[in-house]
T-cell receptor, first 115, second 112 residues
């Protein structure tokens, strides 16, 4: 079974709709992240959480909100979706491990289309 | 803002050739990481190099880091068609430990 899972994998929605993307992990990591990927722009950080009580805005948080329901779950919401939020969304987790280096582990992604 | 910028944006080579990708960054780092992404899929960690290291190897991968020039390179030797993917560098900045900033990526095509 995958260590980091995302649901749904694909979603088509309409402008103005509220949508939630969910991420679950079985790695036991404290740190979780949400990114969006657009063609030619690489990955941009939306929100990140270093533990259940610590949530921070990333580079492009406007129009998004998150909820860290438990160590294993981190959800991303689009309160009122707009077409320029059409993108590939990734969840990731990390842990310092024994080396203190925060290698990140990614989910398979959610392809979101806003019409 | 993007911390890492990668060069070239796209690279096409024949199987068996070597592929070199470069990454430049702006601020002091704890480490620099390279990731691979197959089309439309999640990123997979390849290799990490710390700021006090200059070169690191993992199988057919060789990474160098020049902190004075704020640059890194990833060399894939004896490339295979299965190496076709996008490759991203990511920096863990001293000022934001544990929060990676990704470059825009290099798309590598290896022709059989």
């Amino acid at each position: 079974d995958a260590d980091v899972t995302q649901t749904p994998r694909n979603r088509i929605t309409k402008t103005g709709k509220r949508i939630m993307l969910e991420c679950s992990q079985t790695k036991g990591h404290d740190r979780m992240y949400w990114y969006r990927q657009d063609p030619g722009l690489g990955l941009r950080l939306i929100y990140y959480s270093f533990d259940v009580k610590d949530i921070n805005k990333g580079e492009i948080s406007d129009g998004y909100s998150v909820s860290r329901q438990a160590q294993a779950k981190f959800s991303l919401s689009l309160e009122s979706a707009i077409p320029n939020q059409t993108a590939l969304y990734f969840c990731a987790t990390s842990d310092p491990g024994t080396s203190g280096s925060y290698e990140q582990f990614f989910g398979p992604g959610t392809r979101l289309t806003v019409l | 803002s993007q911390q890492g910028e990668e060069d070239p944006q796209a690279l096409s080579i024949q199987e068996g050739e070597n592929a070199t990708m470069n990454c430049s960054y702006k601020t002091s780092i704890n480490n620099l990481q390279w990731y691979r992404q197959n089309s439309g899929r999640g990123l997979v960690h390849l290799i990490l190099i710390r700021s006090n290291e200059r070169e690191k190897h993992s199988g057919r991968l060789r990474v160098t880091l020049d902190t004075s020039k704020k640059s890194s390179s990833l060399l894939i030797t004896a490339s295979r068609a299965a190496d076709t993917a996008s490759y991203f560098c990511a920096t863990d900045a001293v000022s934001n430990t544990g929060k990676l900033i990704f470059g825009q990526g290099t798309t590598l095509q290896v022709k059989p």
